[in-house]
């Protein structure tokens, strides 16, 4: 059976306990590390549970960036950079995925705290995990803020995207089981893809 | 080894082929139904790939809505009445709920079309799905229009969570792979989730 829970109630909530289950019921979704740096070249990298496909034509890429009534060093690295990198987290680093969202100083990076290397490609302006499979770098596009309670949508054009060869097989299809990315549901709780089944474009 | 590919290179990629990949590099996520209806009572029904956390406090969810060159029943019907559902994909109803993609017309129900049952719980303005084991219910809170690509990002304003009895645990949890929620990657693959690991709050 069914419990129905009105907007009333989860307000009245205890913080912690609400943000877990609000959070939950939102949905599974890859864990993705951002990898940013100011300009004196202190990296950031940050722990996000929201990375969305926004366009294919150009390619973008955005996340949701919580307010910033404190201080947020992956937007602002990417305000006066421009550039960001997305890293796909596997299931060889989640813990010390997990481990960047603890509050590190700006002038420790979470690269050197949690034990994943950083690794610059081409010259990009932004550094890329070494330990991720799958990498996606960006330049800033554009920003919208959200008038309902002072989050951004960020939202980045891909510039370079690094996959494995032969990730992109016989069909034009990439299986991301197969390279090993990591889901989160939350803030906390990590699960990897059971391949199910890949259905055709559906007609009427 | 690693492929890296520049963003000249996806531009000049097929349309289907493109849209395919980038997709799924943009990762994994919880399937969604949107349920809406018109102020005729014309009930319409939408598989969403893109359903993300904004808050909560108040309990904010969002989703991308491709650009209205088209006509997009979903938004229209938001639009004119300012409810709708957000549902939960489940194993028994993964392939009805891949089939609401196909073009209807307005005035044919996805709910009949792909057998999914709609149902009206305390008198909310807008249908859930019967067979979803989680549920939403949301009023519309605003919407932003992304300048880079015409998407939109849609907000709404949590009203009601319907989730199982019982489903919240004694550490205040969810468990959503037991509530088995399926998990989508672009348009057409579908997975589900394999318990990994819970992990504590980070700390430095």
Redesign the interface.
Known sequence: ???????EE??GWE?Y??????????????A?LIGTSNSAKNTNLAMF?????????????GF?LRPTTVERHTYNNIKETNYFTIN?VN?SI??QA???????AESSSEFK?CHLTETY??NFKAPFVKESV?K?GLSF??E?L????Q?R?I?G?????????N??NAN??????MHD???V?G??????????????????
């Open positions: 059976m069914a419990t129905i829970i009105e907007a989860i307000a913080k306990y609400r943000i877990n289950i609000l959070n939950k019921i939102s949905g599974f979704r890859t993705c549970n929201s990375v969305t496909h926004i366009g294919s034509n150009p390619f973008f890429m949701i796909h299931s989640y813990k997990h481990q960047t969202s603890a509050k590190y705290k490609i081409d799958i996606v596009a554009e919208q959200i008038r309902s309670n989050t949508l939202i054009k891909v510039e370079k995207l690094i996959i494995p060869d990730s992109i034009g299809d990439l299986r991301l089981d990315s990591v889901i549901n803030l906390d709780t990590y699960y990897k893809a059971y391949f199910l089944e890949q259905l055709e474009f559906a007609r009427p």
